[in-house]
T-cell receptor
Framework: TQLLEQSPQFLSIQEGENLTVYCNSS?????LQWYRQEPGEGPVLLVT?????EVKKLKRLTFQFGDARKDSSLHITAAQTGDTGLYLC???????????FGGGTRVLVKP | NAGVTQTPKFQVLKTGQSMTLQCAQD?????MSWYRQDPGMGLRLIHY???????DQGEVPNGYNVSRSTTEDFPLRLLSAAPSQTSVYFC????????????FGQGTRLTVV
């Protein structure tokens, strides 16, 4: 069974601060995805990274895929209250037939 | 754009009852899957399908059945509900094995008493 561990489980920061969420595994993934989920809704895809060492930026969000394709990080610069939510990473196998999700990081950005 | 539609949104069952959670997608995606989400445990895969007529078990399949008679629909059946099945259930679809980005429904919150 492939496992993805996210840390921290919960993060509370003030608006304007930076934060980083980590997603780690002992397994290699062909791609890794980050989702954000708001209360009462399903997860929504933020980004997919596929190449070891890849860095993708989405406005104030920066995503990095580890060189060995076993880990990833999500960095938010100058967090806003609208960034509050549950962030989930998910790894896809080479077979591409299913995703393995991490346990999630709950982010609270206080005004 | 409907995307992935799940019904119902909320359901309360008594222990031992059976029910079907409905899921439909209108994006002509090959892949569909069912997850359950419990506090602090992320999303766990119950069953998935790589195309019409093909289903397979995920991480936590016990107590659930699925079928995929059409590309659009992927219902999840609870055969005899148990309190341990109290959870939020999400259906998701993906284009194919190369493009695995998942589109999720809004979820069904199920309580078994």
């Amino acid at each position: 069974t492939q496992l993805l561990e996210q840390s921290p489980q919960f993060l509370s920061i003030q608006e304007g601060e930076n934060l980083t969420v980590y997603c780690n595994s002992s397994s290699v993934f062909s791609s890794l995805q980050w989702y954000r989920q708001e209360p009462g809704e399903g997860p929504v895809l933020l980004v997919t990274v596929v190449t070891g060492g890849e860095v993708k930026k989405l406005k104030r969000l920066t995503f990095q895929f580890g060189d060995a394709r076993k880990d990833s990080s999500l960095h938010i610069t100058a967090a806003q209250t609208g960034d509050t939510g549950l962030y989930l990473c998910a790894g896809a196998t080479a077979a591409g037939n299913k995703l393995t999700f991490g346990g999630g990081t709950r982010v609270l950005v206080k005004p | 754009n409907a995307g992935v539609t799940q019904t119902p949104k909320f359901q309360v069952l008594k222990t031992g009852q059976s029910m079907t959670l409905q899921c439909a997608q209108d994006m002509n995606h090959e892949y569909m899957s069912w997850y359950r989400q419990d506090p602090g445990m992320g999303l766990r895969l119950i069953h998935y399908s790589v195309g019409a007529g093909i289903t397979d078990q995920g991480e936590v399949p016990n107590g659930y059945n699925v079928s995929r008679s059409t590309t659009e629909d992927f219902p999840l059946r609870l055969l005899s509900a148990a309190p341990s099945q109290t959870s939020v259930y999400f259906c998701a679809s993906s284009y194919d094995r190369k493009n695995t980005e998942a589109f999720f429904g809004q979820g069904t919150r199920l309580t078994v008493v």
